[in-house]
């Protein structure tokens, strides 16, 4: 995609951390942006305001899949079409050891982080698809490529999101559906709350926290993922997610030696 001023976007996940700056910074771009989220997107209305680009906004639960189609018609409508999806919106479980999981926590993690993703590149499939240049966008996270204890069921999902993406992608060569790009973003840590808002908190929740709030800046993420579209590249890495990818490469089934060690000299309870 040669540029982003005058396209159509939609961001979920747009109240707080990478989302909220997703839509600020494709404002600034001149896009014209659609966004959703669970909770009020006062803030980021706030933040857009002085851009004067047009925009369209919904609060729904993004695992209501009845409410997630209706979104995708209505900013159809709106708009009279879609050229990028970026499925953003996501929630951490926390930390927790898998004996503790309930099946509840287990369907309520699915059907945000990968449901939620397949559900509304389903609903949005079609405009893309219609449009002469057109990009999706999945955040996975390096834990969609090296699976890390105690977040069994957000590696769970976030693995799911990179094979559901990197199908689609490979779909997408072999049928040389050129104009319709499909990335997957892997972020290692950005400065946001995921952490401290997540149901569960445990003894690595604190350390987590901190080694998240050491990371990228959500505006950096932001910038990183708009870039990836322009210069059409499969799969962004952000922050620390080069490093993860290649441990996880040289090591793949050995990398949790490593794992332990950093969690060991972090001071980390294994
Ligand atoms: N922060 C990181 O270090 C990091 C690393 C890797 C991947 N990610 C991924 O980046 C994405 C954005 O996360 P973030 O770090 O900006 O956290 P965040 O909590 O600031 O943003 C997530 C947004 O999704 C929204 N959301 C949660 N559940 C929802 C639901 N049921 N319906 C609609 N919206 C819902 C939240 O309200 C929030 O605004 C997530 O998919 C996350 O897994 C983050």
Do not use: W
């Not at 990228?216 to 799969?235: E, M, V």
């Amino acid at each position: 995609m040669k540029k982003l001023k005058d396209k159509v976007v939609v961001v979920t996940g747009a109240s707080s951390g990478i989302g909220n700056a997703l839509v600020v910074e494709l404002a600034k771009a001149g896009a014209q942006v659609a966004f959703c989220d669970i909770k009020t997107l006062d803030k980021t209305i706030n933040d857009i305001a002085s851009c004067k680009v047009k925009s369209y906004h919904e609060i729904f639960d993004i695992a209501n899949a009845s409410d997630l189609k209706q979104f995708a018609e209505n900013v159809i409508a709106h708009f009279g079409h879609v050229d990028v999806l970026i499925n953003n919106a996501g929630i951490a479980l926390g930390d927790i050891t898998f004996e503790k999981v309930t099946e509840q926590d287990f369907e309520k993690i699915t059907d945000i982080n990968y449901y939620g993703v397949v559900k509304a590149t389903q609903y949005f499939y079609h405009t893309l698809l219609s449009r002469p240049e057109a990009a999706l966008v999945n955040i996975s996270s390096t834990q969609g490529i090296l699976a890390l204890p105690y977040l069994v069921p957000y590696c769970t999902t976030k693995f799911a999101v990179r094979g559901f993406t990197d199908a689609l992608r490979i779909e997408h060569k072999i049928r040389k559906i050129k104009h319709f790009t499909i990335h997957t973003v892997h972020p290692g840590a950005v400065a946001t709350e995921i952490s401290v808002n997540a149901d569960y908190q445990g003894p690595r929740s604190k350390p987590f926290n901190e080694e998240l709030q050491k990371g990228a800046s959500p505006t950096h993420a932001a910038k990183k993922i708009l870039n990836g579209i322009i210069n059409n590249t499969p799969r962004i890495f952000i922050s620390d997610g080069v490093f993860q990818d290649t441990l996880a490469r040289l090591m793949p089934t050995s990398y949790h030696h490593v794992v332990s060690l950093i969690m060991k000299l972090k001071k980390v309870e294994t």
